[in-house]
């Protein structure tokens, strides 16, 4: 049983009054909850309190304390050690006056604990409050409601009731809704309840409590961590639907946890102003730093920035339920990795060398000591104890004996049988070392870490957290961490500095972190964390003890994290950043590939140094006492065998003979050896310059595209380079040349050639490259260097934008694999290749409206496109991508239109292509013919039509309606009909006069009289003469109604317009002008016909305009407002972009394109005919039209545009949207009223005249 407290202040009476009358008092308390009464009216009010002790608390045990003596202000100690009190008592407050000084007394302390407490307060007064048939008037309703927003204001007691058991019986007054204020907090409105029913009453005092928390000024504070509260958010739409202002830019799983208690519970956030709130702050005695005192100081009520469950002293600071859980660990750089040239060294443990070494000098004393034996007993020479070392150690590690006598035979195979065993264990242990990566130790446990000699390196915080996991007794621990370094900055990026450092943070956020901002290029992670960790703990948020909607948010929390939705949370946040899964282990990885550096093979170039300076010591000595060398040399015949040109032979050759000293045996070898397979036609050339300007573009020489050309030549020099003969490689740089050099300047000792001969030959072969960019030259030197060829070999950077080529000598003795060196010499040299491309704005084939373009193609950069997209854009960033062209985009602004090529006038962007300006267009157009040379097409990418494009015809207005039932033929048979019908009545009326002497009327009353009965059903004909005729003409008329109404709906609902041009043919009978850029009237002149005249005169008419492009000038008063003006363009795009510009609000297009189109064509990109890779290009736009890639890349672009659908072909009636009738639909209806009542008023001033008159001649006649 629950127990009530009644606690007085008023005059002592030990006896509870009886009650005398009936107790009307209805108090619907809690009975599960403790109740306080507080008796302050000191005037004393036994039998009510006696009242509500018997019918309102019958089942509460009753303590009756007596504090009188007290002043009238009831100055109450509330605090007293007697008074214990739950967290939510229901509290009675019985008073004689309602006013703010009862509201300020000590008795409201109760409310601090908890606002929820429901607050009974019972005012006896009868006179200042009264009501009035169950009403109260209205000044103290409103003064009611003043004190109750007070009290609200200052308390924040979300249940009040008021009531008047003397003055305002039945009733009671409960907060009801909320009103705004011009405080941070709003106000609240009340309402007078009926109090008859118990049950009724406690649920409205219930209800009163309810939906407080939508817009009550929530003071949260959140600020930047990674990765739970951060503001790279760019990508949170991909996972939920997330507002971004209400969080304050932060997502990540503080973000969102935020954003879901403020979207449940409708708070309206404020934020802390101090900045000192922004950080975690920590609690220590006589010091509360960061957001922890920011919450004891009462100016933060949540702080949304997670953080370990641990306890805090001060009662002001509650856990809400928590979210997580996780791991607070240590962090460390990662060990470096072990160096190649260590595993030289690497490969026995120091145990095993030491045995190895003992085992070495064992074999050789055995050595030795035989040696000696043999000595003494057949007298032969022994050698040195080193020099038996020294045939131990290479016989038995790396397989040779320099032992050759037989008396060694059985410890020569025992060594050479280990050495075997040796070196297989020994090249195993080097391939692993070259191909996995293996670090120094790494640091596993906290014991480890306490006597690595790191130092700490943390926040204020976590220093002062870390102090509960302190062991006293452990001295290293101890010292590790009371020499910690303290920051409030970055600290990860710390330990990559120096690697003596060590910091602590939670383990998921640390992993998530380490893997987004600290690993190398491969995702390997660059700093470890220890595997021993010190404590799990529970992640939770922290708020205001006395918050009121503690409760609340505590519960929401708890649902959150049944509902797993926090480790959902940090899985999008992971997924957002694109941050792998976990972090890999730390076994050994797999190294890289990478080019092996110096100092990775320092040992065995040691080795090799050492192994120089003694051939050299011993070269030197030798040469002092050799005799002279004779000098002299002696020529040597032409061997044909060590010439070998490996020449194409499905391939045109042309051979140069530029050695104007001779060399017809040399000649006759190439002839006779390396093209003997192919025909030969000697011209001779001689008598020219020997500066060798050879006339190749005579008509005689006639070559094909790739020919293999031979140029045998004495020297290469500058000026054999600026002969006229290399115009045969401008056609394609792909020919293979071969320079065959007679001259005697670059020799080879040994197949070697000299560096500085070497390097020469380079730089030659360089400015080849740069001057003439042929891919494959090959150079033999048949009489210095046989057997040898020099080709380009690989790529080197160069100052300038084109890259050098380094060289390399290889031997030319097998014809099949030098043939192989000279095609690979060729290959990849697209890479970086400075590639001038030209695109500009073109809608919507080259756009810049790209935002959507990750949704399609996660892997598209902009950058590399220029910031467009589109189909070209996206057949460009393909290209480039594949290709891995160096683009360089041209500066002249010519180059930023398609241009035209008129006789004597090449503009736009193809005269940059032919001035060399420009080496593809990456704008797609129609595949045409140009008459210039230098211009070539890509393979087609998509098939275009060329259309007319006209604004759509206006809507027919629904007043024409009325006309537009029948054709202009149904209307004339109509008219005879109805003629027909008036004949057929006046000459029935005729026959009817000459039998029965009846009177007839005119032939136009019958008239009318048909048209009436006939189309509208109304016969103004009675007699029975014409019957037959009348029901015709109504079951006509019924007819001719339903058909009139049935048009009359059409008209109202669906929307029609004026015909539109369908063909050509209409289009050029029009007046219709072509409003056109210079460009496409440059090119539809090959659409016209010379013999139609209609055609010409429309294309005389053209308009030009500098933009060609829709957009940019159809606002301009034209298209949209002009109906004489048209004009041309792709029908696809202009599809799309009068769905996306131009069309009205209920989506129908407001341009027509005409059904009739000129010619259907092939799109494509144009390029210069001697961009040397425009074959691979050629070849990569033909599997990409092959793989459907550009209709795609098409409808992505249609979808990123948002355009929801193309216009169709059909032009049938649209509904019309609801609209109301305006006087311009019914001007038909109002006309024919207007002169119905024109002649009504007519007719009717002329039958007053005539009676006038007829009155008139009346009396005239009775006066004579």
Known sequence: MTTFFAISSSEPNLKLMPVQNKCNVIIPVEYYSQTVLFDIDGFGQSDLKTCILKECLFDHSVILLDVFGKDIDIGLNTTRHFIRTSENPNVMIITKYLTKKVINSPVWNFFYKSRWSTLYMIVTDDIKYKCANGTMQTKDFLNLGRIMNYLWHKFQIMRVALLFPHACENKIILYHGKRPSSKVLYDRSIKAYNNTNNHDTYLAIKKSGEKLAANYPMQ??????????????SNMHYYVHFNLDLTLGYCGLDGMVMHDILTYLKFNLTVPENPSCDNYGYAVPGNVSGVLGCIIRNEVDISFNSRFMTLYSDEHIYYLHYVTIDTLCALIKKPDEIPLWQGVFNFLSAELWTLTGVVLVAIACVLWATALVNKTLTGSETETFWNYLHSSVVSTMIGYSPMKTKTYLMIRSACLMGSILFLAVYQSHMSRVYTTMKHFPQIKTLKDLYSSGASLYTSPTMREFIRQLQNPDDELQSEFFNKASLTTGERLGKLLENPHLATIDRKSDAEMEILKNYSDPFGMPLIDILEECFRTYYVSYIARSDFPFFESVQMFTERLQEAGLPAMYYKWTQQMLEIPNTIPDNRSQPRAFSKIKLIDQSVAFAILGLGVMMLFLITTYLAFSMSEINQKLIPALVDCNNIVLPIEYYSQTVFFDMDVHGQPDLKTCILKNNLSGLTRILIGVYGTKIDIRVNVTRNFIKTSDNPNVIIMTKYLTPKMMDSSLWKFFFRSRWSILYIVMTGDKFKCENGTMDTSNLALLE????????????????????????????????????????????????????????????????????????????????????????????????????????????????????????LKFNLTMPENENCDNYGYAAPGNVSGVLGCIIRDEVDISFNSRFLTLYSDEHLYYLHFVKTEKLCVLIRKTDIIPIWQGVFDMLTPELWALTAMVLVAIACILWATALVNKTLSGSETETFWSYLYTSVLSTMIGYSPMSTKSFLMIRSACLMGSILILALYQGH?????????????????????????????????????????????????????????????????????????????????????DALMQIMKNYTDRFGTPKIDIVDECFYTYYLSYVARSDFPFFEDVQYFTERLQEAGLPTMYYKWTQQMLNIPRLMTDDNRSLPRPLFKIRLRDECVAFAILFFGSLCSLVIFAAEIWKGKRRNKESRMTDFK
């Open 763 to 882: 730089r030659m072969m360089n400015v080849l490259w740069h001057r003439f960019q042929i891919m494959r030259v090959a150079i033999l030197f048949p009489f210095t260097c046989e057997q040898k060829i020099l080709l380009y070999h690989g790529k080197r950077p160069s100052s300038n934008s084109l890259y050098d080529r380094s060289v390399k000598l290889f031997n030319n003795s097998n014809p099949h694999d030098t043939y192989l060196a000279i095609r690979k010499s060729g290959k990849k040299l697209a890479d970086d290749y400075p590639m001038r491309g030209s695109i500009f704005y073109r809608y919507p084939t080259s756009i810049k409206d790209c935002k959507n373009m990750r949704y399609y193609d996660s892997y598209y950069n902009l950058k590399l496109t220029g910031g467009y997209c589109g189909v070209d854009g996206m057949v460009m960033h393909d290209i480039l991508s594949h």
């Open 1048 to 1132: 009359m709906s059409r008209v109202f609902t669906t929307v029609k317009h004026f015909r539109q041009i369908r063909t050509l043919r209409d289009l050029y009978g029009s007046s219709i002008t072509l409003y056109t850029s210079p460009s496409m009237k440059q090119f539809m002149k090959q659409l016209q016909n010379p013999e139609d005249k209609l055609q010409k005169e429309f294309f005389d008419r053209v308009f030009v305009t500098v933009n060609g492009q829709i957009g940019k000038y159809l606002p301009n008063s034209t298209l949209l407002h002009r109906r004489d003006f048209a004009t041309i363009d792709r029908k696809s």
């Open 220 to 233: 949260g504070s959140i600020f930047h961590r990674i990765p739970t509260s951060i503001k790279d958010c």
